[in-house]
Structure formats: structure tokens, C-alpha cells
């Protein structure tokens, strides 16, 4: 939308984040750093592919098509209306499916923020070092982060006659590359767990349409997607196959 990405560009600098208002939360959000996991990826070790690339898990879906439609500006509706209700949505289902697979995204299976077998992804501290945290750390500065955005009339405005910040586009910019980081590590760390509770259909329509969603408002940058070549997110590929299938665009 050139309307709204203009406005993106003509803004200066974004909103810093408010900051968690738990103290164990007081951290800065965090940024594109993106680390590898310790040794490089040795080019003779071909690991078994992801389940949510086979057969048949990534054609399940609710939503039969392309997604191009559902995020079509609806007529009469103003388009920082339209993103930010996109967003809260976005957040609120995925929240709740982070609610179900919670018990298994602990501090002793996840680690790492990992998005991929070389991407762990990592938090700017206090003291602006780039730092690996626990995935359910990590996913619960985004997501007390999100909310408290959420929360701020002043970020996201709900009563009538009150305007959009200047710094609305890039504030969900960095929204939606962090919620991007949430669905990335859930596909890369607890995929099984989405099958058992035959969830696939319903969490790969909510991914499809949070990808279409972003790429059509320009708030997904395609290098956040698919990562680095050493350090590829583990949806990169998911996202280069619905788009073979004719499902998303580019
Ligand atoms: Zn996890």
C-alpha cells in the first residue's frame, strides 16, 4: 500500500517500545541480530526434512486458494484502521496457540530462540548486548511487549476521533518482525506437538494469512523471512512453497 509505506518512510525514527513493566522483563526489544548456533553447518550433513514442509501437513489449511483476497482493504475502511485490527488479531490467535504448546517450550527443551538447525535468534539487553535467552523468555518479552502496545492508546488508538501516531508503520513493522520470530520458532521447535493436537490446518491458515497480510502492507521484510545463507529460518522454505502451491504471492 503506497499510502501507508510512504508514511512508513517519511517518519524519521520509530517509537522506542515501552519497556515490560515486570522487572524480570526490563530489557531493551529486540533487533535484527541474528546469531548461529556454534559450530557452521557442515554441507555433508543433510538433516531429514521438516515435517511442516512434507505431505500432507503443509497443504493443510482452512482456507482453500490464494490469501490475496482476505487481505484486501475492505472499501470505506482507513488502512491504519485496517492494520492495526489485523494485528491485534494476529497476536490474540497466536497467543492462544502459544497457550496450548507452552508446557513443552520450557527452559530445558528450548534453549535458544531457535528458528532454525543455525538460527538462534537473540535479545538486546539492558546494557545493549546482543543475548541468547531461553525461547519462553524470549517469547514472553515479545509477546508482554506486544500487549502493552496493544494497551497504549497512544500506540494504538480505539477511540473515535483519535489519530494514528506518526510512528504507527514502523512501530508494526517491528511488531510483526518479532510475532514473525514467535511462528518461526514454533514451526522449527514444536511442529509435532501442533500435529498431536491436529492443529496444523488451523496454525498454517493463521501463518499463510499473517505472511499475505504483511507482504501486501510491506511490514515483512523478506530477508526476516527467509534469513541469512548460513543462517536460513526454517519458514523461508515454507514460505517458497506456498508460493509454488499458488497459495501466497510474492
Ligand atoms: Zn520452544
Not at 557452521?40 to 500432507?56: D, E, F, G, I
Not at 502459544?98 to 539487553?125: D, H, K
Request: proline share 8%; hydrophobic share 35%; aromatic share 12%.
Amino acid at each position: 500500500m503506497s499510502f501507508f509505506n510512504s508514511l512508513g518512510r517519511s517518519m524519521t525514527r520509530g517509537q522506542r517500545p515501552k519497556r515490560s513493566p515486570t522487572p524480570t522483563s526490563a530489557t531493551f526489544p529486540p533487533t535484527d541480530t541474528v546469531s548461529q548456533n556454534g559450530a557452521p553447518p557442515s554441507p555433508t550433513v543433510t538433516a531429514p526434512k521438516p515435517l511442516y514442509l512434507c505431505s500432507p501437513f503443509v497443504e493443510a489449511a482452512l482456507v482453500k486458494g490464494n490469501f490475496k483476497t482476505i487481505v484486501m482493504l475492505p472499501k470505506y475502511v482507513d488502512i491504519m484502521e485496517w492494520v492495526a485490527v489485523n494485528i491485534f488479531d494476529f497476536y490474540t490467535h497466536l497467543n492462544e496457540f502459544y497457550g496450548v504448546i507452552t508446557e513443552c517450550c520450557t527452559q530445558q527443551n528450548c534453549p535458544t530462540m531457535s528458528a532454525g538447525l543455525t538460527l538462534n535468534y537473540t535479545w538486546i539487553n539492558q546494557d545493549r548486548k546482543s543475548v541468547h535467552l531461553p525461547a519462553p523468555t524470549y517469547i514472553d518479552y515479545v509477546m508482554t511487549w506486544v500487549q502493552n502496545l496493544l494497551d497504549d492508546e497512544n500506540s494504538f488508538p480505539t477511540k473515535s476521533g483519535q489519530e494514528f501516531s506518526p510512528s504507527f508503520p514502523s512501530t508494526v513493522k517491528h511488531v510483526y518482525r518479532q510475532l514473525l520470530r514467535v511462528f518461526a520458532h514454533i514451526y522449527h521447535a514444536h511442529y509435532t506437538h501442533l500435529l498431536h493436537l491436529r492443529s496444523e490446518p488451523h496454525f498454517n491458515s493463521l501463518f499463510a494469512h499473517f505472511l499475505a497480510f504483511g507482504r501486501e502492507y510491506e511490514l515483512l521484510e523478506v530477508k526476516d523471512v527467509k534469513g541469512s545463507a548460513s543462517a536460513p529460518v526454517g519458514v523461508g522454505l515454507l514460505w517458497e512453497k506456498w508460493k509454488d502451491m499458488g497459495l501466497l504471492e510474492g
